[in-house]
């Protein structure tokens, strides 16, 4: 079965960009307040984390909005002839 039509569009990285985002600014915060690391501590926690994080979620993302277009329209996934 080819997934070359189930183009999810930018859904998987806004959704990834929300979540990171999310985590990071919360994580920041909550560690600024706590420790208050100096600026160079902070690029040096946050700025790998994003990346990664960013890297590692976005093929987890992608792949559970195709499961769900999958689970919801079926029909959609109907092999073609190349299968």
Excluded: C
């Excluded at 959704?15 to 420790?35: E, F, N, Q, R, S």
């Excluded at 993302?61 to 079926?74: E, G, P």
């Amino acid at each position: 079965m080819s997934f070359a039509g189930r183009e999810q569009g930018d859904g998987p990285a806004f959704l990834a960009i929300l979540l990171v985002g999310a985590l990071t600014a919360i994580g920041a915060t909550v560690t600024d307040m706590k420790l208050e690391p100096p600026l160079w501590a902070h690029a040096l926690i946050w700025i790998p984390f994003v990346f990664i994080g960013s890297i590692l979620s976005l093929r987890w993302i992608k792949a559970w909005m195709i499961a769900v277009q999958y689970h919801y329209r079926n029909d959609d996934f109907t092999p073609g002839p190349e299968a």
